[in-house]
């Protein structure tokens, strides 16, 4: 049997490698085959594989799976019980539901708070429904125990089953009426934390925390943005010299919730309140809580001026204002932007992209005209 011919000078190494393979057919009468390798002929030898080394995690996403069998199985909930994950923030959000009733477990971000700053936020929401405010609560498991204890890929990490607020947000609509019980609920809030401390005294907020401190975190963002570099510092200057002319010793100091906007705070249908996230309660003047819902109405709502005006009258129904705390409103508004952008920008690694997204649409900017326009 006569092999494969080819013209001469065409393709002469393939030619060499086929007449080989021909002629080993031809003596064996078959292909000869290679032995097929095993599983652990690929394995890694000897002591090799004790040298292999896994990446450090930043931020785990725990498993809803994971969660539902380890730590939801605690709680006295239904068997039939669903954890769905929500959202990432400062810390995870995941929505728990069972046949009952829906919850929301909050998993703290590792090194975000400590043990000592997440009982004092448990004790101040504890103690606000225990004097009727609306609120969203801590669950306890089994045992009594609210607070538990993850071992996370990065670290020690907690987690926190709250119950649910019912309703929505009042974004992107509110009505006047909605404004102005938010701020009887506010002033509730108030009237109970004020002159008050924190458990362990955490996040004390005076002006060097709010102003200069926030710069400081802020300006790495701004490296190449050299115009809203100098817009801030001029902000910065101008609220400084505001409050080195008055005496913020007369303005009332306590407990705020720290994050007081209208995305923190579901309406029901019959118009119930429930505020949630006190993650960012901090000890300061209260106004800052006002000032920081005054502030989110005016890039919220067409209708802020009338929604703020019931919103203060819903507050005084409860708690009155000194004429210099409404006064100092539209400069603690952006006290408080500013404190939540430097928040943010401390956290580069979770807000990166809202940063960047924030700093290309002009917040810097948009502040500037705010203060221009609000703090004559």
Sequence with gaps: MAGPTFQSGIFPAVYLKITKAFTVIKQNGSRAKKPRRKLSDFAVKGDTAKHIETFSVLYSTLSPEALQEKILSKYLLNPAVQCEYLYRGLNDNYLVRDSHSQYILRVYRHNWRDLQDIESEMELIQYLKSEGVSVSFPVPDREGTVIQEIHAPEGIRYAVLFSYAEGSTPLPKMTIYQGRITGKELAKIHRLTINKRLGNNRCHLDVTALLYKSFHAIKPCL????????NLDEVITKLALKFERISLSDLSFGICHGDFYPSNYHISRNNTITLFDFDACCCSWLVMD??????????FYKNAKEINKAFLEGYQEIRML????????????AVNRIWVLATQCSNFEVFSHFVRTNIKRDIIGNLNKYVDKYCT
């Design 223 to 230: 490296e190449d943005r050299r115009e809203d570099l100098m």
């Design 290 to 299: 006002i000032a920081a819902f005054c502030f989110a109405t005016t890039q």
């Design 322 to 333: 000194h004429s210099m705390e409404i006064d100092l409103i539209p400069y603690f508004g």
